[in-house]
């Protein structure tokens, strides 16, 4: 939980500077970044949470989490003028370490072994 917090905030402040300060540069990538702090935020209330809406809740957020940062990954890797600027998801999450990457398949194996 302490990682989804740590990516919630992360993700949260660097869209927030980016969307105030630079959108026409990369209006996708920033949005994405937003897009990726929702996800993280609604992770962190619900895994946090634990009741069973919370944990149905934070499964499918981890879900989207997993399917954003594999097709923006790839996307990224593909179509690298899309991606003028950095998201928290672009190449895989290369900027944090591969972390974004690693830290959905970590969240839903936590959430089916402490059923």
């Known amino acids: 939980m ?36 929702v996800v993280y935020i609604v992770a962190t209330v619900s895994l946090a949470r634990g009741d ?4 149905r809740l934070a499964t499918v957020a ?3 989490e ?14 690298p ?3 003028p600027r950095a998201t928290v ?3 895989f999450g290369s900027g944090y370490g591969f972390v974004p990457l690693v830290l959905p398949f970590i969240g839903l194996w936590w959430l089916r072994h402490t059923r």
């Open 66 to 79: 997993l399917v954003g940062v594999l097709v923006v990954g790839a996307a990224s890797l593909l179509l």
């Open 81 to 83: 003028g899309s991606f």
């Open 2 to 37: 302490a990682v989804y917090g740590l990516f919630a905030l992360a993700a949260t402040s660097r869209s927030a500077v980016q969307l105030s300060t630079e959108f026409a540069k990369a209006p996708l990538a920033y949005l994405l970044s937003a897009f990726a702090a």
């Open 62 to 64: 981890i879900g989207i």
């Open 89 to 91: 998801w672009t190449s």
């Open 52 to 55: 069973v809406t919370s944990r």
